[in-house]
């Protein structure tokens, strides 16, 4: 059984940054494309970024360059470092896990190309 949980989740003032942690379990995580999605109240959840399994990446455009996306395969955790945090970030980041092999990765962009999924967890950006 997939288990996708997130942590890091805050708080913070416009400006600030923050990490992101998601840690996976019942899967051989090499295998598997990562991504991190937000969902802003109101709104579709959107793809923010993913990273296949040799730690090629892809971004939406919104968030290049104030953004990375990171895995450890070893730890079994995908990561997602946070800079210049700004109000429009304020979101539910949710951790996403799809097979690598199963059609590909980095173009994936729809939450429904992913079928495994975390809790979620808050950030707030406060200006």
């Known amino acids: 059984q997939v288990q996708l949980v997130e942590s890091g989740g805050d708080s913070v003032q416009a400006g600030g940054s923050l990490r992101l942690s998601c840690v996976a379990s019942g899967i051989v995580y090499s295998w598997y494309c990562m991504g991190w999605f937000r969902q802003a109240p109101g709104k579709e959840r959107e793809r923010v970024a993913v990273?296949?399994?040799?730690?090629?990446?892809s971004y939406a455009d919104s968030v290049k360059g104030r953004f990375t996306i990171s895995r450890d395969n070893a730890k079994k955790t995908l990561y997602l470092h946070i800079n210049t945090l700004k109000s429009e970030d304020t979101a539910m980041y949710y951790c996403a896990a799809r097979l690598s092999w199963s059609g590909g990765c980095l173009p994936k962009r729809l939450p429904s190309d992913f079928g495994n999924w975390g809790q979620g967890t808050q950030v707030i950006v406060s200006s």
């Open positions: 990273i296949d399994s040799d730690g090629s990446t």
